[in-house]
């Protein structure tokens, strides 16, 4: 009886050992393969925010494909671009066992992705023991940047710091001029962060604010805060929320006859405008990319999601999940070879073209220089750039309609 | 215990823990990460079968407790506290939180303790997120970026180690067979004088304590934790389900439940693209549905021979202690017959609008034998579940040696020496007649030795006649035996006053005779005090020194059998109609 | 903050807050009859919820079907699904011995919850869904009720009497009531436990089928987000006592008030905290509450 327990306690000691062996044994700078490796939210609690990302990612590596590949100048060939990709199922666990996967067995050159903060934080330790380069996506929290990292980069659309400056921007060209701000805010990290860096922005252009209510993520009845915010009167009310939170919050405003001189919500999105219906006109908002920006990669963005079917007004996070392949891919040019410490160089170093405009990270790998917004009104139904100016499709209607 | 199968079993855990340890050193980091999700698993998955199987109280806030070691240790560490220290806090403040609240917790019963327990999750939640000041809200806490995978690993697999010998011993340890009584029967367990609360809390803080020290090191791994990752619902019953799956209050069942379901779920997210949790789901339900008490109890791995040790339950893998002839290991004594041993004051008991006794006084001296009869619905049970206090009283005092046992807890009237047999039999089901009665032992104030304990509850089986089923699971026995075992464990609590509830129906006119023998020796030779209440008379007439007859809870007769027999209310009572003569049995 | 307490804030506060409530007893009312008819630990409850609601917003917006429509389509569907689900599935675990019927109840109900999610999101995507009505809204005196909302609350009284009427003066709502107070004593009165066992749980299903359209009226859903429903559902029916419907009734109302108020004067994070720590404080101040109805 203890012979066969030593041996079932044996076998199960080497059940989990197996799986071994698939070392990263040294890289060939010039392979005829790229292999990238990510992880997206398939399935689980963030998965309603990133459906169709997967397919697009996969649509974009097949079009450079298909273009030739990547140009490796040092190697004076051309590579195709290979993407590996699991589904995290939402939970950080899980895509660190993948990613380590990805790199222990499968021999993966760069990572790009994943999405949402805390996936990021603990991806980037991963990236960071094992001295790859990732360039990860709809990671916005700035303290996922970690003071020492080498190898940790982003492209959340938009930053924290940049996300309504062109807003309040437009704000001083308006009449009558608003002086009373009300924050609504969801209780996740990212609102809160935006609406922490704006409300003292506002209070420092002389805004005054005259209220902040900070609301749970699975809140359903408003009624609470929707008539606190009819007792402070304010000209602006400012909601920094994910849209799926906000419906019922919007909803709930127009049946409590909230009225303002502008309703601005920081996200803005198809999913709101679709969920709420008609009660969505009027709502200024901020959108991370435009596909009217003039240069070819939002070309090339704009051909694939429209090829996967994504609608970037309904998945406004789309685009930075798209982004961080383009710039790994041009960094790769750039540096000549898939020779990490090369990549990494290009990485810190260079100025990248993405589909929003310009890309430069700075030594924590964050791009606050670059990701801003742009400000949008749904003007009849429709989404109108109406800041900055140059981009504008139509005006900006002041005071909002509907909301008088 | 049994020291040398002990150590043989911590012999082969360690090696195996070594093993797995040294996994860094020989495989890529990709093992070393999905073995670290596998120990982790094991280590709630086991803990929870503390609570879970052995006590049998379905806790579904266990992932809570692995969150809460994870903020204790995280708020620590991020405040300059060292690693250790903040390792160390994780399982002490989580283990006092959980004390506190399973004090209140531990009043609800079944699934209403299940349902309470799942409210805690989202509260736990809700806390975390909103004590921004402590917490840092739903920003979550965000840990320097180290590199510690090899240390927390090593941490991870030694705490495996140590839940795993922890299950061991409890499973082996006197401290486990209590628990697993409580499990059976709470209010049994406590009528023979088992304590329950403080080991409730005990087994709780314990279970509670692993996972938080899990906790603490897989958020050290991580390095970041935040209210959705540590509280939320989606992953809090997978620990449970792969206990559960495995096979619950087995030694074995949560680590194979674990590895079936962590192996599944890897396979399923590499090599399926879509619906991999839809089949991780349906091999669950199929498990559940066809596989009762989960994998290593299904019939088809029984048969697989060198298989064997996985499937055994906790009695088989108790080595028997064998039969050793001898008397019981009750003490000799003289009944002292001017002693008042128990006495009943006016007792009265309502349910309701229904008065199940009224105003019942009876008085028994030490050493004698009273039988207690009556028509069905008398009131005889009643009255005896007074006594023991699995009812309390509307009026009136019982008192025992002189101590009213209105103040006195369950098991305390047990110590006091009120011993029972239940009517329809108690017995805890689930374990055998020998750890039956070794409960009873153990559950003493001053209780022997746990070896001894189980030759000693051999001896008490043999007394009753039920030597030949001495380890064999109770669930199987008769009625008629479940009986006799009633009367070896209310023994084998060195009862001074027996309550003896219908034992005789059902044995053949040899067995009464000898049980009579029995009863009138444990007055003759140990001193107790007896009252039984039978049905039938021939046995009661060969030993009782006095009856007394309850009819629709009153007392319409105490005295001497025949004496009894002649009062014309009992003769109406049992015969419809006073006879006016005498009667004999 | 500011907020000064007028009437109008009040009423408002109260009547939303009731229309909350009535929602969420509508939500316990298939889980009490179930858990408390037919003794079943139901996790999958708010998931089943979950599915139906978003079924019917996909019938909504794809054929265009009008309300009423949806409704009957999802009742009958539910109840059939739930017919069978027991049958299949529950039904052969009462023959155990009660540990392993528990453990084979929670084990099936886990499984489904998460195959039903899983399904649900390939099927009709993962994203979140509602229906929108349009609807009048009547304001008195400077409050205001949306007719959707005064539906619903009548809706669930409605549904609240019904299943009273159902319970207590049909012969296949008394053999209900019968089985689960004496399921052998039922079955020597010639009623088939098990079929109406089956009914019990199909009528859940049914009624859930009800509460998930009228949630997903009012508020938005995602495949995801049953299980926390089932928590706040086992609150209440908790709260109301097990098997009884108006407790369940006044439980949600209550819990509804309860976190409107609690909103209002310490903050929206707290709300969700009330319901939790109503049923914690009531169940251990109150341990009357939780006789088992099942004496040993």
Known sequence: MNFSKTLASLAVASASLCGAAGYAVGQDNCPEVIKLGTTVSDSGAFSPLSAGWHEMIVAYAQKINDAGGVALSDCGSNASVELVVYDDQSNPATAVTLFEKMISEEGVDFLVGPDWSSLGLAVSSVAERHDIPVVMANVAAPNVYREGQTNVFGTPYPIVPLWSKRYFEMLETVEPKPTSIFFVVQDNPITNAISGFWTKQAEESSYSVVGTETFPSDLKDFTSIILKIRQAKPDIIYISSFDTASVPLVQQMRQLRVKAMDVHHVMLSGALANQVGEDVEGLSGEIGWINSIDNEESALAAEVMAEVGLDPFLSVFAIARYTPAVVMLQAIEMAGSVDRDKVRQMLRSATFEGPGGEIRFDHLGYPSETNGAFTIQIQDGNPEVVWPPELQTKPVAWPAPSWQ | MNIPQNMISFGVAAVVSVLIACVPLFSSSYTVSLTMTLLLFFVLAQSWDWVGGELGYVNLSHFAFYGLGAYVFSIAYSNDLHPALSLFLAPIVTALIVSVISVPLFRLRGEYFAFATLALLPLFQILASNLKWLTKGSEGIILPAEQITETAFILMVALAFVTFVASTILVRSPFGLLIRSIRDDEEVAESIGVRILPRKIILMALSAAIAAIAGGIHGWYLSFIDPTTMFGLDVALVPIAMALLGGSALLWGPLVGVIVLVFMNQWLLTNISILHSAFYGLVILLVGRFLPGGLLRSQLLGKVKPLGFLTKEHHEHIVSAGTTIGGLSLSKREPDQDRVALECKNVTKRFGGNTALKDVSIRINEGEIVGLIGANGSGKTTLFNCISRILDLSEGAIVVYGDDIAHLRRDQIAHAGIGRSYQIPRSFERMTVRENITTALMASISPPDYANAKHEAARFAQYVGLADQVDVVVASLSPQKRKLLELARALATSPKILLVDEVASGLTSNEISEFVNHIRELRDVYGLTIIWVEHIFSALSQVVDRVVVLEQGSVIADGPLAEVLENENVQRSYFGAATGGEIEC | ?296
């Open chain 3, 1 to 296: 903050m500011n907020s000064s307490i007028d009437l109008v804030t009040v009423a408002q506060l109260l009547i939303n807050g009731t229309l909350l409530g009535g929602l969420y007893a509508l939500i316990a009312f298939g889980l009490s009859v179930v858990y408390g008819v037919a003794n079943i630990l139901n996790f999958a409850h708010g998931t089943m919820l979950a599915i139906a609601a978003i079924s019917g917003a996909v019938l909504y917006e794809k054929f265009g079907l009008p309300i009423p429509v949806i409704l009957i389509i999802l009742v009958s569907f539910g109840f059939v699904f739930g017919w069978i689900f027991y049958l299949t599935l529950l039904q052969p675990l009462e023959k155990r011995e009660p540990h392993q019927r528990t453990v084979g109840m929670v084990l099936v109900a886990v499984g489904a919850l998460i195959i039903m999610g899983d399904v649900t999101a390939v099927l009709a995507g993962a994203e979140q869904r509602v229906i929108r009505v349009s609807s009048t809204y009547f304001e008195i005196r400077g409050v205001i009720i949306s007719g959707t909302q005064i539906g619903i609350l009548v809706g669930a009284a409605v549904c609240m009497i019904a299943l009273h009427i159902f319970l207590t003066r049909s012969w296949t709502g008394s053999s209900i009531r019968a089985v689960a107070q004496n399921t052998i004593g039922a079955t020597i009165c010639g009623i088939d436990s098990a079929r109406t066992s089956a009914t019990t749980f199909a009528l859940g299903a049914g009624i859930v089928a009800v509460a998930g359209l009228m949630y997903i009226i009012s508020y938005p859903l995602n495949p995801y987000s049953g299980f926390p429903l089932t928590v706040k559902a086992f609150s209440i029916i908790l709260l109301g006592g097990i098997g009884n419907l108006t407790g369940t009734l006044l439980a949600g109302l209550a819990l509804g008030i309860g976190e409107a108020v609690v909103a209002f004067t310490i903050g929206p994070q707290w709300a969700a905290a009330v319901s939790i720590l109503i049923v914690l404080g009531c169940l251990l101040l109150f341990p009357g509450l939780t006789t088992s109805r099942r004496e040993a």
